[in-house]
């Protein structure tokens, strides 16, 4: 949809199902990246920077029990 950004497509979905989506913010994405978890801003689109943030989310949390995406969340932003 033309004129909305990623901060809408991120409260959409995280309206969807908030423990298991990641919320894009660019807090997140510097941690992300800082860890190693995401490629440098610019270096991919941004529909494949939040598909790579959403497989890393599942990834850790299927290795995880008990962990939700938003302490995911919290832990990026301060990670940053």
């Known amino acids: 949809v033309r004129g909305v950004g990623p901060g809408f497509w ?3 979905a995280k309206a969807l199902d ?8 660019p807090a997140v994405a ?6 190693g978890l995401l490629p440098a801003p610019g ?3 941004l529909a494949e920077q939040w598909a790579a943030a959403a497989r890393g989310y599942a990834a850790v949390l ?3 029990e ?3 995406a938003t ?4 832990f990026f932003e301060q990670v940053s």
Do not use: N
């Open 10 to 12: 991120t409260a959409v």
């Open 18 to 25: 908030p423990d298991a989506h990641p919320d894009w913010s």
């Open 30 to 35: 510097r941690g992300m990246t800082r860890l």
């Open 43 to 45: 270096s991919r689109s």
């Open 62 to 64: 299927a290795d995880q």
């Open 66 to 68: 008990g962990l939700t």
């Open 71 to 74: 302490d995911l969340d919290r």
